[in-house]
């Protein structure tokens, strides 16, 4: 059984869906409880710990992109595979997505205190190739964000748009139509199709800017791989 239970029971489901076909993101305010957001964070930072510890013996030195995102932490930490496989927000990931979800990976996406570095306008790798049920991402905030620290920002409408290959896309900026800047507090939650354009910014502040994401293919997208 699955040691969170987010909240899930008292949301609005078809609003919800209508949202997310819209715009291909909705945002879940206080969906994970304080107690929840400090499992998340705890044993999400003890498995970025366990992982760096590998890649820098495999590889001889630090990741570059150590700052920014450690993915496969669940391969560290069986708490966090868990959730990702047997969390409560599967069926509302399937809801949505419209269709069964297969587990990719989970990820502490940071941004320390006066990193001047930020992530570019981006679809996830699940949405490769492309496919309307290709994946979906659950995405909580362990710390509050807005523009000043690094939120994410995302494209509505572009998960209905097919992009050139790779999943950096070009051509988009905080200027362009539809961009939404998502501020955040502890515990909120977004939930975003893998195809829908998204980036982060610097956090030149001094507060801090991490969160979890988990990853997940749709069944029927990855049929297609």
């Known amino acids: 059984m699955s040691a969170v239970s987010f909240n899930c029971l008292a949301l609005d489901l078809p609003t919800l869906k209508g949202f997310y076909e819209e715009d291909g993101f909705v945002v879940l305010r206080d969906f994970a409880s304080s107690t929840e957001t400090h499992l998340l964070e705890r044993y999400a930072v003890a498995s970025r710990k366990a992982q760096l510890e ?3 013996r495999e590889h001889k030195t630090k990741p570059e992109f150590a ?31 419209g269709g069964q979800v297969i587990p990719v990976s989970a990820a502490l996406v940071d941004r320390p205190s006066g990193s001047e570095d930020g992530i570019y306008p981006h679809i996830d790798g699940a949405g490769r190739p492309w496919h309307p049920q290709a994946g979906i991402t659950l995405w909580i905030a362990l710390d509050p964000m807005d523009e000043h620290n690094g939120c994410v920002s995302y494209v509505k409408g572009s998960h209905r748009e097919k992009h050139s290959k790779g999943l950096d896309i070009k051509d988009y900026d905080k200027e362009s139509a539809g961009v939404t800047a998502v501020t955040v507090s502890r515990g909120d939650a977004i939930i975003h199709n893998a195809l829908t354009v998204h ?9 801090p800017r991490k969160a979890i994401a988990f990853f997940y293919y749709g069944e029927s997208g990855a049929k297609q791989t």
Do not use: Y
């Not at 993915?71 to 990702?84: A, I």
């Open 199 to 207: 980036w982060s910014g610097s956090n030149l502040t001094s507060r």
């Open 54 to 56: 590998i890649l820098e």
């Open 67 to 97: 700052a920014l995102a450690v993915k496969g932490l669940q391969q560290t930490c069986p708490w966090l595979e868990e959730q990702m496989h047997h969390g409560p927000h599967l069926d509302l990931l399937e809801f949505l997505l």
